[in-house]
């Protein structure tokens, strides 16, 4: 190759895809294409696509647009969950050459053998059943944490849930290479790593390409806090009937593990709960939060719910509603229910009107806000440790608290990926703490 081709990256939706986007990257780069900011000009644009976001369509044509603008030659493919869902749909949008499945998107340079324009998106993708074998992902360099993908691939029957058709069965990497791996970017500078996947908590299955069991998360989480040079280590999203007593009680105690969980509840209702076909009832969740609370008073516990499933009167939305103000959690994630196709909730029954959805999202949101200010306000006057991100934002630099509290203060380079001892002091009005730095051998609270 005479001259280095240049090869820009888009992604959408959760860690796990800013995970792979990382891995595909650095398959580019071990080919000789240079990496570039999605703004630059390149040879050829790759978008990871995701399935879970409304309108994930008109997305998708926004970002090659974009894409199209810096240069209108450019080689554009797509990758991920919504390439997996929905290839031809992908591959019609103007602009697109190639379009990648589940499988194919890790061998993505194999399928470029030169960068000229199609008339149509070329598409190469597996059926989902193909989909049964683990590839490793972390991302280095684009955040000042890292996301470790540990597990990918989902078995549960969620009924509103495409995940499973775009990602197929839940397999695990094995415990050898996710320490590898957390090994590998520990020298790199990177103070704290996320661990990630579709369904963290079922870790160990399909470890050896079989359903057995080889490993637990327990067993995950007790390894990796023996990994040295890593200074945290954060657990993304973890269903609460995989989330056991004994994993609670190594994080209460654990060298690296921060006080911050992130627990799908999805409603507050058991009628909706066995509806969508959720693994637990209400009562299993508070038992979950309890248990935290207990062993760790000072955790940050963070909730996803949806509002308007097929079914969701005004009672049961009030049932979850009041089920959330009465749970002593940190802030919500909520999401408007939205029908995907080849689910069973999109053929059910007592469809909720899009304005009801929406103003039970408004509801939520506004107790999102009133969660996280209490929460913010019971940190105040404690010691925590911080560390700062990487963008200056109107004249500040942020960052988070080993329980997630998020801190601002004025812009200084020199604080950029560092971890300080502070005391956290007063809540600003756009809702962000401010601190005073305190001596190193003041131990956090």
Known sequence: MSERKKVAFYTLGCKLNFSETSTIARNFQDEGFERVAFEEVADIYVINTCSVTENADKQFKRIVKQAQKVNENAFVAAVGCYAQLKPEELAAVDGVDLVLGA????????????????????????EIQEADFYVGSYSIGDRTRAFLKVQDGCDYKCTYCTIPLARGISRSDTMENVLKNAREISVQNIKEIVLTGVNIGDYGKGEFGNKKHEHTFLDLVTELDKVEGIERLRISSIEPNLLKNETIDVVSKSRAFVPHFHIPLQSGSNDILKKMKRRYLRELYVDRVSKIKEVMPHACIGVDVIVGFPGETDDHFLETYHFLNDLDISYLHVFTYSERDNTEAAEMFGVVDKKVRAKRSKMLRGLSVKKRRAFYESQLN????????????????HGFTENYVKVKTPWNPELVNTLHKVKLTKIDDDGVVRFEFVNENVLAS
């Open 382 to 397: 404690t010691y925590r440790t911080v560390l700062f991100e990487g963008e200056n934002k109107e004249g500040y630099i």
């Open 103 to 126: 499988t194919e998107k890790f061998k993505i340079t194999d399928y470029i053998n030169d960068l000229s324009k199609n008339d149509f998106g070329e598409v190469h993708s597996c």
